[in-house]
């Protein structure tokens, strides 16, 4: 069994997965790579091919029919012999060193559970990422050192605070296949913003955690046409909404709350995140349909958990966004840009 399956979903990246893949071999025979072509129409599926034909016992390729982010991730997770798996978007790399870091953790960890002294397995590694704005010279890492112990197995009862710009997304987690696939993630097709739901719904059945304290990914920010540019938010406002609502809604909180009062209070707080993102983006469109559309999504919260309602509304970040009246809106939209600047997200 590969001790890691990457997995890189790709439409039209002929002028990004080069990079990509060339970081991702430096795993070798321990690594399965597999590259899901989702319906390009440039040169990616040949330069796939290329590399499935030269490294035949590491890179996997499937071409399939258009089905967008979350079809690809589901296409791997199905395909995956790994005993971890980890996401990749083919304009994102990995760093060589931590990357090495991370395989040989992975391998001594495996080893220990094949020993007769029965070492536990992590369900969940966690890394720091860096948000890449190469084509402006800035880089911003996120770490997670006032979270998680270094380099400890721990559990979600001795995590610290996360801080409030600080929240686990895809690019910081590699998972153990079979948790991803008791917790039966299945990502909805032609959506983007799914990576949200793939970070989060696997969480509860988490049991233990290992944090390595290296910048690992390198997550590639700048290009215009990207799903978490400023523009392309607004212009796939629905999506984000039908996303926003599929995590919130995807958990139990008071059954968690009794086992992981911890983990309960990151998934709430996460939540809120997404649900201020809505607001925020819905807000900045200025007109009387998404006006409608913020209030309705904030009702249908309401509606489905009205104690889960009050914490985002009265005691969460998200309560910022959604502010009354005009000088409300104001606030909201100043709060943002000032945000945006120091947290550099976009």
């Not at 992590?122 to 890449?132: H, K, Q, T």
């Not at 215009?224 to 999506?239: A, F, G, Y």
């Not at 009265?314 to 840009?337: A, E, R, V």
């Amino acid at each position: 069994m590969k001790c890691l399956t990457i997995t890189v979903p790709c439409f039209n990246s002929q002028d990004y997965i080069k990079r990509c893949m060339d970081s991702l071999l430096v795993g070798g025979n321990d690594v399965e790579i597999i590259i899901v072509d989702d319906g390009s129409t440039d040169k990616t599926a040949e330069i796939a091919d290329k590399y499935r034909e030269q490294y035949p016992d590491i890179v996997k390729v499937v071409h399939k029919e258009n089905g967008g982010h979350g079809s690809g991730v589901n296409k791997g997770l199905e395909l995956a012999t790994g005993m971890y798996f980890k996401v990749v978007d083919s304009d994102d790399w990995l760093d060589t060193n931590s990357y090495k870091k991370l395989i040989n953790k992975i391998k001594m960890f495996c080893k220990k559970e094949n020993s007769l002294e029965k070492g536990r397995l992590p369900d969940l590694f966690v890394c720091n990422y860096i948000y890449d704005h190469s084509m402006e010279g800035v880089q911003k890492p996120m770490n997670y050192r006032n979270v998680f112990p270094v380099e400890k197995i721990c559990g979600w009862k001795n995590i610290g605070r996360f801080r409030v710009s600080q929240y686990l997304i895809m690019h910081a987690l590699v998972f153990r296949t079979k948790i991803l696939k008791k917790a039966g993630v299945k990502l909805p097709e032609h959506m983007f913003y799914v990576d949200n739901l793939f970070a989060n719904q696997p969480l509860p059945y988490v049991k233990s955690i290992y944090y390595m304290d290296m910048d690992l990914y390198h997550y590639f920010l700048g290009r215009e046409d990207q799903s978490v540019n400023e523009k392309m938010l607004i212009k796939r406002i629905d999506q984000q909404i039908y996303v926003t609502r599929l995590v919130i809604q995807s958990f139990n909180y008071k059954k968690i709350k009794k086992q992981y009062p911890k983990l309960e209070k990151y998934l709430c707080r996460n939540g809120s995140i997404m649900l201020a993102i809505s607001s925020i983006h819905l807000l900045l469109m200025q007109t009387k349909e998404a006006k409608q559309k913020r209030r309705a999504l904030w009702k249908e919260i309401k509606e489905y958990d009205r104690g889960l309602y009050y914490r985002f509304r009265y005691q969460m970040i998200s309560g910022f966004t959604y502010l009354p009246g005009g000088i409300g809106d104001y606030l909201t939209l100043w709060g943002y840009k000032v945000a945006r600047k120091i947290v550099k997200f976009q």
